[in-house]
């Protein structure tokens, strides 16, 4: 038994927009951020998507299990309180590298990611775990507020803790810290 012609074009037709329906939901869903609105999201593995964009073209999505801590560290160009800490914080990053239970993310927002990897490209920024959120759509539904900010999340995506402004990235503190966060022990509180 077949379907008569316009049946069957009405047929392909609510399919169609049924799943350009259900794609658009789907890829529209982000994370829920906590009620007071003034702090980072506090469990990447809640589902979603907040996407910031790779130099070398595409996207990476920050919700999941990170498996390990996943330090999300969001900064201006060009921002002289942003940018005194830039060095630094490579030098941290580069130390981390070898660390396999250490992932530090840093994420350029307000420009888009040609002129982050020409900024890259100009001070020497290694670009492999640099990333753009050109109109800082992410940083705002993260629940960053103001920068430079870092969020440290623990290996199962939970918001150990949550620093604004420049840190001191060779302090031993820190480094316990995150060690301490490797277990999931972290400070943060509601």
Known sequence: MTLPRRKLISTIAIVLLAAVGGWTYFHSLVPA?????????????????????????????????????????????????????????????????????????????????????AWANNYNVPTANLYADPESKTAALIGVRRLPETLFYDPEGQLAHQARGPMKWADPELRAAIEEFKHGAGEHDH
């Open 33 to 117: 951020v906590h009620q007071d609105h003034d702090h980072g999201l506090e469990n990447l593995a809640g589902g979603g998507f907040l996407r910031v964009e790779r130099l070398e073209g595409g996207t990476r999505n920050l919700v999941g299990r990170p498996g390990r801590v996943l330090i999300l560290h969001w900064f201006e160009m060009g921002s002289p309180t942003s940018g005194s800490e830039v060095p630094a914080l490579v030098d941290f990053s580069r130390q981390m590298a070898n660390d396999k239970d250490i992932e530090v993310v840093m994420v350029a927002i307000g420009k888009p990611r040609e002129q982050v990897l």
